[in-house]
């Protein structure tokens, strides 16, 4: 399961080639035999580790592009201010909010 995670990358597989000592990257036809045939279960400890590491990066910037993405659709406003040639800002409510929002999921 942990070679499955979401969000495993290159940089993960590098991470558990060097630490089993031989080549471990996904391929067609890579199924849990060919696992049990490397003899990877010696190495489950190291799998997991390296699978949660994945994990927890990919569910980071996976927040992190919604996030973003929040931004993205804010839209601040100029408002005229009266005959007084000057303008106010609008839009503020809405970025307090995603801010408010985004400081207690970080």
């Known amino acids: 399961m942990a070679l499955r995670t979401d969000g495993m990358k290159d940089r993960h597989w590098d991470m558990l080639t060097q630490a089993i000592g031989f080549e471990v990257r996904p391929y067609e036809g ?3 035999s060919k696992c049990m ?3 990877l279960v010696a190495y489950a400890e190291k799998i997991v580790d390296v699978g949660e590491k994945a994990g927890k990066e990919y569910q980071i910037e996976t927040t992190l592009a919604k996030m973003k993405e929040q931004w993205m ?4 406003r100029l408002n005229p201010f009266k005959n007084t040639g000057t303008f106010t800002v609008l839009g503020f409510d ?3 909010a995603i801010l408010d929002e985004h400081l ?3």
Do not use: H, P, R, S
Request: cysteine-free; aromatic content about 18%.
């Open 30 to 32: 890579f199924t849990y």
């Open 37 to 39: 045939e490397l003899g």
């Open 73 to 76: 659709q804010i839209d601040f």
């Open 94 to 96: 809405d970025a307090n």
């Open 104 to 106: 207690v999921t970080t």
